[in-house]
């Protein structure tokens, strides 16, 4: 193996491609979202040339995405683990298939979690119910920042977040809030994350800021922990660290935005030669897919297929790519909440000339099988590695 192997991991957060087989299960909704194809509707065809190429167009029938000229490898992935959110996808990446429901609180959180957690942080809390992140501070905002009372809502996923204007409550006081509602939140409330949700402005124009920080359940060991273990350097940007509570990985960086998460991945490259470095862009998620904004969802991948040239550039004959997302968020259909769709799985290397076909992949768990095979660690309990076909492309050309 050369020890100059490097692996770049892109996850578009929520770019789901279409309902997945179960998707009836979790509503009419999920049956019926694409979300990469609703949002290329919404603008009249994406014009993403760069994904175009990588094969997109293939796994899923986009208004204005091609499938000539493909130079690299494509499926789709079908995750698992029950649920539809950011905590089971990443999770199932990497060897752990959640096969039992993490709990939701469609009603808001009992008193046995709500009482230590108003004792604790010394005043009552507000709303206590499922709701927009965007609408719950404009409409809890003013009494928040008139009490000091945080803003505890949650949404259809197994979440608990507490929302806090930053100039009524530091954001460090806010994370500690959020640690030790992490310590309550076990066992039979073990909710997958907790989150701090920073705002700043005043009513009609509150903003979330960039300092949000997830607190997540650990569910095991992963090829994170492998590959780390192994002397690999392993890399979080975006909310990649918090979403494994560092577990796995050496360094962890934030960002504020999707266009900054590639600046970061950008640096990352130019200094980090070998290992993983694993990206989480969630602006699709939560600016657009949450929002209902299906064309600012279409305008910020055709951003991202406009520095993808750069992440590119950077590569060299030992490196691969992988680009996928953990869910869907189709804007178009009624609600803000996640969707249960196929995952698109794009894989590149500078040595690939032609287009391979991964087909259907049965779980999300085969990046990480295919992860650990390339780096010779032990194969995790759950995944197949497609990493003997990107040896020998011509044994499965599309």
């Not at 009552?124 to 119910?129: A, D, I, K, P």
């Not at 806090?164 to 030790?180: G, R």
Request: charged letters at 20%; hydrophobic letters at 35%.
């Amino acid at each position: 193996m050369n020890p100059q192997r490097r692996f770049i991991w892109v996850v578009l957060d929520s770019v789901g491609i279409g309902a997945a087989p179960d998707a009836v299960r979790y509503g009419v909704s999920d049956s019926e979202s694409n979300t990469l194809r609703h949002v290329a509707m919404a603008v009249g065809g994406l014009h993403a040339p760069v994904l175009s190429k990588l094969g997109l167009g293939r796994v899923n029938n986009t208004p204005g995405l091609t499938k000539d000229g493909v130079v690299g490898a494509y499926g789709r992935m079908q995750e698992q683990s029950f649920g539809k959110d950011t905590t089971n996808g990443h999770w199932e990446y990497v060897g752990v298939v959640l096969r039992d429901p993490l709990p939701v609180y469609p009603n808001g959180f009992p008193l046995d979690v709500i009482s230590p957690f108003e004792q604790y942080v010394g005043r009552e809390v507000l709303c206590n119910r499922p709701a927009s992140g965007t609408e719950v501070i404009e409409e809890y905002g003013e009494e928040h920042q008139a009490t000091g009372r945080p803003i505890v809502y949650t949404s259809a996923d197994s979440v608990f977040q507490v929302a806090a204007h930053e100039d009524v409550i530091p954001v460090e006081q806010l994370y500690d809030w959020c640690l030790f509602a992490r310590t309550l939140l076990v066992g039979p409330h073990g909710v997958g994350r907790v989150i701090a949700r920073p705002f700043t402005g005043r009513k009609g124009s509150y903003q979330r800021t960039h300092h949000r920080k997830d607190f997540s359940l650990s569910f095991g060991e992963t090829v994170l922990n492998s590959l780390s273990r192994a002397g690999w350097p392993v890399s979080g940007i975006g909310k990649i660290g918090d979403i494994y509570g560092g577990s796995g990985i050496t360094e962890v960086v934030h960002t504020k935005d999707n266009m900054d998460g590639v600046d970061r991945l950008l640096e990352q490259l130019d200094k980090q030669e070998r290992g993983l470095v694993f990206v989480n862009l969630v602006d699709f998620d939560a600016k657009y897919g949450h929002r209902n904004d299906a064309v600012g969802f279409a305008r910020a991948i055709e951003a991202f297929d406009r520095r993808l040239p750069e992440v590119l550039a950077r590569m060299r004959t030992t490196d691969t790519l992988f680009i996928t997302a953990d869910h869907g968020c189709d804007p178009t259909t009624p609600g803000t909440d996640h969707s249960r769709e196929w995952v698109p799985l794009l894989v590149y290397q500078t040595t690939l000339t032609s287009a391979v076909d991964l087909g259907d992949r049965r779980t999300f768990a085969d990046l990480g099988a295919t992860l650990a095979d390339a780096f010779e660690l032990p194969p995790p309990a759950v995944g197949t590695s497609f990493w003997p076909v990107l040896q020998s492309p011509g044994s499965n050309p599309a």
